[in-house]
């Protein structure tokens, strides 16, 4: 039963079950930036892993994956502001330099402000959440965040010019509770929900199965290489918010040929097991209780689910099972605030 941790023991626990929000897939923007002669800011969200075309060249120069800065000659440097996908508290950064090697930034801080309506103004207050930190070329740099205040807005200072290829920002997205009215999407990532574990996910990006909006192409979504030994495939997501479900939607969009047979959901209330992630969660889901009885799909479509829902009082957390394999595009938990 591989979990995400288990898959990639080098990664930083904060960014196997952080929710990116700089994602531009989830609504992160680029606001401004003092330079963008080489690569535009925008790239730097991308949720693609950068890549290098070794014969592509623009007006500029060297097309690069990333926001490139030109090369400054005044003693200064370069500087960026993003908006976040949704106001959150953060854990930790990735700085990824991928394929920048002669023109890598050489240093990068951070600050934030907000959470703001609308884009920072002059008046703006910065708080330093990430100091000064060094780079090197070429690689993935993980920074822990120390200030686990709420954010809507980072500026990136980069020391004193070059390119980073991605900025990835993992944190919790800041869910309203006091003013949440009606039924909201517990699973949704903007909401804080998020992909813990799974028993496999070799095609396409199981981050994106929480995502706001339908799927862009059979990419965007779980799905899993097909299965040649008895049994079924599972994920595990805990909920931004501990609640009760009324409704489920599962989406197979641009899933035709390979769209699971099956699915079913099961669920318990976990907030005694805290805001880890260990095998014995994944071993525990086994048994929790059945909150969707098992539903035929079909594909390339919407299936919504309300009156099958069983009334299993709250829950933090969600298995989601498919049989025997196959992909799905989009998990909605719609339900109502328990506190």
Not at 103 to 130: Q, Y
Not at 137 to 143: I, K, L, R, V
Not at 259 to 265: H, L
Not at 307 to 313: Q, Y
Request: hydrophobic share 40%; glycine share 10%.
């Amino acid at each position: 039963m591989p979990t995400i941790e288990s898959l990639n023991p080098d990664v930083p626990l904060f960014a196997r079950t952080g929710i990116n929000l700089a994602s531009a897939g989830l609504g992160a923007l680029p606001v401004s930036a003092t330079d963008e002669f080489f690569a535009p800011l925008s790239r730097m969200l991308s949720d693609a892993p950068p890549i290098f075309i070794p014969d592509k060249f623009d007006e500029n120069g060297k097309w690069m994956d990333g926001w490139e800065t030109r090369r400054r000659r005044d003693g200064g440097h370069d500087e960026a502001v993003i908006r976040l996908a949704a106001p959150g508290r953060i854990l930790g950064f990735n700085v990824d330099t991928s394929h920048f090697t002669g023109n890598f930034a050489p240093a990068v801080s951070i600050e934030a402000c907000g959470p703001l309506d609308g884009d920072p103004g002059p008046d703006a207050k910065w708080v330093t959440i990430l100091p000064y930190k060094p780079l090197g070329a070429s690689a993935h740099h993980y920074f822990k965040c120390q200030n686990f205040d709420l954010y809507s807005h980072l500026r990136i200072s980069i020391y004193p010019d070059g390119g980073v290829a991605r900025l990835r920002v993992f944190g919790v997205p800041e869910l309203d509770q006091e003013n949440a009215k009606g039924e909201i999407d517990l699973a949704s990532a903007l909401n804080g929900g998020r992909v813990l574990a799974f028993s496999d996910a070799h095609y396409g990006d199981y981050q994106r199965l929480l995502a706001p909006g339908r799927g862009l192409n059979m990419g965007d979504g779980w799905e899993t290489r097909r299965r040649r030994e008895p049994g079924y495939d599972w994920i595990v997501i805990a909920l931004g918010a501990r609640g009760r479900i009324v409704k489920s939607v599962i989406d197979t969009c641009f899933f035709k040929g390979n769209y699971p047979d099956i699915a079913w959901i099961q669920a318990a209330d976990m907030g005694h097991f805290g805001d880890g992630l260990a095998d014995a969660l994944v071993t525990d889901s086994m048994f929790w209780k059945e909150l969707l009885p098992r539903q035929k799909l079909s594909p390339d479509a919407e299936h919504s689910y309300r009156d099958e829902i069983n009334d299993i009082g709250p829950v933090t957390h969600v298995r989601f099972n498919i049989q025997p394999d196959g992909g799905v595009s989009r998990l909605r938990l719609f339900g109502t605030l328990s506190r």
